[in-house]
């Protein structure tokens, strides 16, 4: 298949979790379209990049080992997303990835997941920390730089001075999740 073929596809694509796994399975059996996914993904202002990455998040909760080879990509260029509903899925990701790489169980993200990669997520996290987005991100950044925060020190401080900052502005959901990562933290 190639990548018009894939963003054909991807108009299929909509909110029922059926369509979202039958299509992140497409990807799993055949990983030589995770690039071109990634390639409509991060074609930030087109439309059709929001499925893309509804696809991309189904496709790492069932294996997130298959991002390992495009994690430079990935945390590169993931800060760009800027749409709704791009940037919830690309938030989830990013808390898969750290929930990985912090887990007690063996897995191949421990070994793959480099410093810079690591630094991209912090960035991309603190930034749909303080920037107008909606909670969901702002939840998935929440516990990633909770986690985040465990092996580097600065992480906790800033972490609860956005919380504390925003807590009286911002939503009941956001308020719940702070509540709970402050608790956590202290």
């Known amino acids: 298949m190639t990548k018009d073929q894939l963003y054909k596809e991807l108009n299929y694509v909509n909110h029922s979790r059926e369509k979202r796994l039958h299509y992140a399975y497409l990807v799993i059996d055949n990983p030589k379209l995770i690039e071109p996914l990634l390639e409509i993904l991060f074609d930030v202002d087109d439309k059709i990049s929001c499925r893309a990455a509804w696809v991309f ?26 749409l709704d509903s791009a940037v919830r899925p690309v938030a989830k ?8 790489y912090y ?6 993200i421990q070994s793959h997941l480099s410093q810079s990669h690591k630094e991209e ?8 920390m303080i920037n107008d987005e909606k909670i969901a991100p702002k939840a998935y950044a929440m ?9 580097i020190d ?5 972490l609860i001075l956005i919380l504390e900052r925003d807590f009286q ?8 999740r702070a509540r709970h990562i402050l608790k956590k933290i202290k």
């Open 57 to 82: 998040e189904f496709m790492c909760g069932q294996k997130l080992e298959a991002v390992i080879p495009h994690l430079d990509n990935f945390t590169k260029n993931m800060s760009k997303v800027h």
């Open 93 to 100: 990701v990013c808390e898969y990835i750290i929930k990985a």
């Open 169 to 176: 502005i911002q939503s009941s959901g956001f308020k719940a």
């Open 103 to 108: 887990s007690k169980i063996e897995n191949k």
């Open 143 to 151: 516990n990633t730089l909770f986690l985040l925060g465990k092996g």
């Open 121 to 128: 997520i912090i960035e991309a996290c603190f930034d749909w």
């Open 154 to 158: 600065w992480i906790h401080p800033e």
